[in-house]
């Protein structure tokens, strides 16, 4: 499993996804080491086809790449 969200957490506050990605990995939560941070939209459609071609060689299914904007 994969952490890429988080409930109600009181007392931790975070202005970007990437902020709270960060602390689940620091909490100790598994994050997928695929997300990429930061890219523009040229660097996006390269990781789009690249992460076509990784598809098949991933050890779990998945069924599509979600962007998030912060």
């Given at each position: 499993?994969?952490?890429?969200?988080?409930?109600?957490?009181?007392?931790?506050?975070?202005?970007?996804?990437?902020?709270?990605l960060d602390a689940l990995k620091k909490?100790?939560?598994?994050?997928?080491?695929?997300?990429?941070?930061?890219?523009?939209?040229?660097?996006?459609?390269?990781?789009?086809?690249?992460?076509?071609?990784?598809?098949?060689?991933?050890?779990?299914?998945?069924?599509?790449?979600?962007?998030?904007?912060?």
């Open positions: 499993m994969f952490a890429y969200g988080t409930g109600l957490v009181q007392g931790v506050e975070f202005s970007f996804q990437g902020e709270m909490f100790g939560f598994i994050v997928n080491n695929l997300i990429q941070k930061s890219i523009s939209i040229d660097e996006l459609l390269l990781f789009y086809k690249k992460l076509e071609e990784l598809r098949k060689e991933l050890e779990y299914e998945i069924d599509g790449m979600v962007i998030k904007v912060d």
